[in-house]
T-cell receptor, first 115, second 114 residues
């Protein structure tokens, strides 16, 4: 099976712009989660989608949003970019049930740089 | 709230030596624990996970971890380090707030020296 894919891999934006990142989960997986990784804050959970519904949300401002499509592909959007949004954004998918014991499989990430 | 604490942000070992990376958890419910590894410019790869089936969990690349409830620990070990083990290692706990959200520790950078 193909792994989790994320596009684009690298992105450079300027402050105030908005950005959309895309994630294609492993075939058959219905749960998709997003994480932000920065040197200062480490790995932080953004949100999780399961069958097109947001099931869980981390402690991030409303500028961060996401959605999931019927084919389980997911996008996350960040509006009004700030310098502090520069990070590696990781997407992870897990199996059909999306329970606490499921393994989450991570994509390679999208490196966002905000200038 | 669930959390994990990784002691030691940097660990250095000689090739062939024992690798020990420490992780302690805090959870009000039985925890489900994971170890992931991250190589430079890559995503996270699962090494192993504990889901209460067995306290000693064997993973990939010769790694294993033992769940010790009395010590609230889930330390990662490997008997003999290899140069290719140099990477960052993350301990994580699953759950909290519904779904399968992972809460990660701050990571341990493993350096393997000749």
């Amino acid at each position: 099976k193909a792994g989790v894919t994320q596009t684009p891999r690298y992105l450079i934006k300027t402050r105030g712009q908005q950005v959309t990142l895309s994630c294609s989960p492993i075939s058959g997986h219905r749960s998709v989660s997003w994480y932000q990784q920065t040197p200062g804050q480490g790995l932080q959970f953004l949100f999780e989608y399961f069958s097109e519904t947001q099931r869980n949300k981390g402690n991030f401002p409303g500028r961060f949003s996401g959605r999931q499509f019927s084919n389980s592909r997911s996008e996350m959007n960040v509006s009004t970019l700030e310098l502090g949004d520069s990070a590696l954004y990781l997407c992870a998918s897990s199996s059909t049930t999306g329970t606490v014991t499921d393994t989450q499989y991570f994509g390679p990430g999208t490196r966002l740089t905000v200038l | 709230a669930q959390s994990v604490t990784q002691l030691g942000s940097h660990v250095s070992v000689s090739e062939g030596a024992l690798v020990l990376l420490r992780c302690n958890y805090s959870s009000s419910v039985p925890p489900y624990l994971f170890w992931y590894v991250q190589y430079p410019n890559q995503g996270l790869q699962l090494l192993l996970k504990y889901t209460s089936a067995a306290t000693l969990v064997k993973g990939i690349n010769g790694f294993e971890a033992e769940f010790k409830k009395s010590e609230t620990s889930f330390h990662l070990t490997k008997p003999s380090a290899h140069m290719s083990d140099a990477a960052e290692y993350f301990c994580a706990v699953s759950g909290g707030g519904g779904g399968n959200k992972l809460t990660f520790g701050t990571g341990t950078q493993l350096k393997v020296e000749l």
